[in-house]
């Protein structure tokens, strides 16, 4: 186990790579909060995965005691595990939001119909009073607004 | 027939300009002009400009969404014009305006909320070996769900009480819209019907059916019905 352990301990160099990776990832989510160009429901998993993520990283006894209750013999693949479960619930989140989109789309889009429908019939109406206003004061027969 | 007994005829059109005027005319010879609705589809063809030349009365969605979402506009439409009942009739031309009247018997003596009429006699279409076999498991599988024997479900040829317009005009299914309204309709407590009516063969547009293999169209269809039965309303 001892030797196992340190077969696979993460070189310096790994951890320093991995976790400027995550902390600009963290970073990237901050700033396009800050810029609203992400919207804080949509950016709280990628948030919780970098979180996470950090200390799987670089607190080597914890991705050891994680994998050991996991029972995965190669500590790394426990860091891929993780970011992978929040790959699937970021995806999973994405199809429940587009599909409340789509519901609300069609929502809007049925009252634009409707309203479309009204004003068309308001429009009709007053070309029809004012033709037979029009009608009134010259004596024309009346037309029919359309 | 009192005056009020009148239906709405809602016509789900998506680029058929080649065939919606002579559907319009066909349905002026038993409708008024106000009692015609038809809804475009987000129609990228003449269709709008063709249905806008005639008296009916007309709706355009911005872009296309499904039979589902044309419908629910169509309903939404009947509820606000105060209909009683409304046809389903499809804007391709295989549907023949004359028929409609034995759709709309049974829902009019309240014997059903839904009515689908269903190809009969010599109108029935030669279709390949495939899609009869996927259409008798659809049909069997509909008597598992429904307890009831739907001679063709996949017909857009359809009359609704005003019951069932009004909750279909809340849901109504997205995927594959006729089957599934079987399948929600049984679960909304709406009483179903076929009747033999005749249609022409399609002409112009293609079924949407056509595109997928029948067998596949079958097992998506099943398992959107077993998701439905699941599904909260």
């Given at each position: 186990m001892e030797q196992a352990a340190n077969l696979t301990e993460l070189l310096v160099r790994q951890k320093i790579i991995a976790a400027v990776f995550i902390v600009l990832i963290f970073l990237l989510t901050i700033e396009f909060i800050r810029r609203r160009a992400l919207k804080e429901r949509y950016a709280l998993l990628w948030l919780a995965a970098s979180v996470v993520l950090i200390p799987l990283v670089l607190w080597y006894e914890l991705l050891l005691k994680i994998s050991k209750v996991l029972g995965i013999a190669y500590p790394p693949a426990t860091i891929l595990l993780t970011a992978i479960i929040f790959i699937i619930l970021i995806l999973f989140h994405f199809s429940v939001a587009l599909s409340k989109t789509r519901r609300h789309e069609e929502k809007l889009l049925l009252r634009i119909v409707e309203q479309d429908e009204r004003l068309d019939a308001l429009e009709r109406?007053?070309?029809?009073?004012?033709?037979?206003?029009?009608?009134?004061?010259?004596?024309?027969?009346?037309?029919?607004?359309? | 027939m009192s005056e009020r007994d009148r239906p709405l005829y809602i016509v789900p059109a998506y680029n058929e300009g080649a065939n919606i005027a002579a559907v319009i005319a066909d349905l002026l010879t038993v409708a008024a002009p106000t009692e015609i609705l038809v809804v475009s589809d987000g129609s990228t063809d003449d269709t709008a400009a063709v249905v806008r030349r005639t008296p009916v009365a007309f709706l355009e969605l911005p872009f296309n969404n499904g039979v589902a979402t044309v419908l629910k506009a169509g309903f939404g439409y009947a509820l606000r014009h105060d209909f009683p009942c409304a046809v389903q009739f499809d804007g391709d031309g295989?549907?023949?305006?004359?028929?409609?009247?034995?759709?709309?018997?049974?829902?009019?003596?309240?014997?059903?909320?839904?009515?689908?009429?269903?190809?009969?006699?010599?109108?029935?279409?030669?279709?390949?070996?495939?899609?009869?076999?996927?259409?008798?498991?659809?049909?069997?599988?509909?008597?598992?769900?429904?307890?009831?024997?739907?001679?063709?479900?996949?017909?857009?040829?359809?009359?609704?009480?005003?019951?069932?317009?009004?909750?279909?005009?809340?849901?109504?299914?997205?995927?594959?819209?006729?089957?599934?309204?079987?399948?929600?309709?049984?679960?909304?407590?709406?009483?179903?019907?076929?009747?033999?009516?005749?249609?022409?063969?399609?002409?112009?547009?293609?079924?949407?059916?056509?595109?997928?293999?029948?067998?596949?169209?079958?097992?998506?269809?099943?398992?959107?019905?077993?998701?439905?039965?699941?599904?909260?309303?």
């Open positions: 109406e007053i070309a029809r009073l004012r033709g037979s206003d029009s009608a009134a004061t010259d004596g024309a027969p009346e037309s029919r607004g359309g | 295989q549907h023949i305006a004359a028929e409609a009247k034995k759709i709309l018997a049974p829902v009019r003596a309240d014997k059903c909320d839904i009515a689908v009429g269903y190809r009969f006699g010599k109108s029935r279409i030669v279709s390949s070996k495939a899609r009869v076999l996927g259409r008798m498991l659809i049909s069997g599988f509909l008597i598992l769900l429904t307890r009831q024997y739907h001679a063709d479900p996949t017909s857009g040829f359809r009359a609704y009480s005003r019951r069932a317009i009004e909750r279909f005009a809340r849901d109504f299914p997205e995927e594959f819209p006729e089957v599934e309204s079987i399948v929600l309709a049984k679960k909304f407590g709406l009483r179903l019907r076929g009747e033999p009516v005749t249609m022409r063969p399609r002409r112009g547009g293609k079924s949407s059916i056509k595109f997928f293999g029948s067998i596949y169209y079958m097992i998506k269809v099943t398992l959107a019905s077993l998701i439905m039965m699941l599904r909260r309303y």
